[in-house]
């Protein structure tokens, strides 16, 4: 299993946290969840950070169940939709957006394995 995830590092503009998460919620997950090969999306909003640290005020993360679904997905149309659309959420953000790519491996925690 693979994920896609979308940094946003930097902050929201003051005054728009609340329009930035809406913008979000309305115009941005309806498209993201018509990725193609997508099995998951999900969007992590800052709640705290340890002082000194970089700020990422939102993460989308997205999982596929391999490099070639991730592919299938970034060329496709709706992607591109959501590129543009994108650009109206920046107009509320200071900073940049990067994508990085990760192999994931889940790993039960002790006290469930103890159980088992």
Do not use: N
């Amino acid at each position: 299993m693979y994920l896609r995830a979308a940094f946003f590092e930097g902050s929201i503009r003051p005054g728009c946290e609340e329009a930035f998460h809406r913008f979000v919620d309305e115009r941005l997950v309806p498209l993201w969840t018509r990725f193609p090969g997508a099995t998951r999306v999900e969007v992590l909003r800052e709640v705290e950070a340890e002082d000194g640290s970089h700020r990422y005020p939102m993460v989308l993360q997205l999982t596929y169940p391999d490099r070639e679904a991730i592919g299938r997905a970034l060329a496709s149309p709706v992607r591109h939709e959501s590129r543009a659309v994108t650009q109206e959420l920046l107009k509320m953000f200071d900073g940049r957006v990067f994508h990085v790519v990760y192999r994931h491996a889940a790993h039960a925690m002790a006290a469930d394995a103890a159980r088992a």
